[in-house]
């Protein structure tokens, strides 16, 4: 089991004893994924491809807060949604209670969760009319790239603890599951990673980071 912690803005978050990293910002858990994932990445997305599924890839599912605060969202406001995570080592389903990230979202939404968490890491599952979920229990390395996406979170823990997924080579990897002018973003920002998304044609936007960072990164596929 991972150790449950309260972060700054009173959202839980899990620390992952293996890797030794929180899944989320200690800052607050809620406003990260808030501020980085829906306020920069599904907003603006759905705004870039109006009329259309939105289909995200997830690096990183762990503990389905970006996935819920996606699904309140799109249900809220009729959008269809097809989600995909991928997630090595998935927490337990009761490390999905621990959380208490049904407080902030409506009980169908996180029962659609809570119920089909674990039928989702089999094959993908119809939550809602509009809106299917897959969770792929792989590393990302394994998973075969399909450009069919329009944005990607990239929520690997960060490259102090897992370096491999910030090479240039993943990223390379993480760019051909975008559609042209798909979205990638990511609470992080570093020379490194802007100047591997700029070699595969990428536009870099620096965008005002979660509490606690002072930026973070969005970049568009070159149509």
Request: hydrophobic fraction near 40%; include cysteine.
């Amino acid at each position: 089991m991972n150790k449950i912690i309260t972060t700054a803005d009173g959202s839980n978050t899990l620390f992952n004893e293996t890797i030794g990293e929180h899944y989320h910002s200690t800052h607050g858990a809620l406003q990260e994924s808030e501020h980085v994932f829906i306020d920069a990445g599904l907003k603006h997305a759905i705004a870039n491809f109006p009329g259309q599924q939105i289909s995200i890839f997830e690096v990183g599912f762990g503990t389905g807060l970006n996935f819920l605060l996606t699904l309140a969202h799109c249900k809220a406001n009729d959008i269809e949604l097809n989600y995909t995570g991928v997630e090595a080592f998935p927490i337990a389903k009761e490390e999905l209670i621990l959380t208490d990230y049904s407080k902030y979202v409506s009980s169908e939404v996180w029962n659609a969760l809570f119920d089909n968490y674990e039928s989702a890491q089999e094959a993908e599952v119809d939550l809602f009319p509009n809106q299917k979920l897959r969770v792929l229990k792989n590393t990302f390395q394994e998973v075969i790239p399909s450009a069919t996406h329009h944005l990607m979170y990239y929520d690997a823990f960060s490259v102090r603890h897992q370096a491999e997924m910030w090479t240039d080579e993943m990223i390379a990897h993480a760019a051909n599951f975008l559609l042209p002018g798909g979205i990638f973003v990511t609470y992080a920002i570093t020379g490194k990673l802007k100047r591997a998304l700029k070699g595969l044609g990428f536009t870099i936007e620096k965008l005002t980071g979660a509490a606690g960072k002072r930026e973070m990164l969005r970049a568009t596929k070159a149509n």
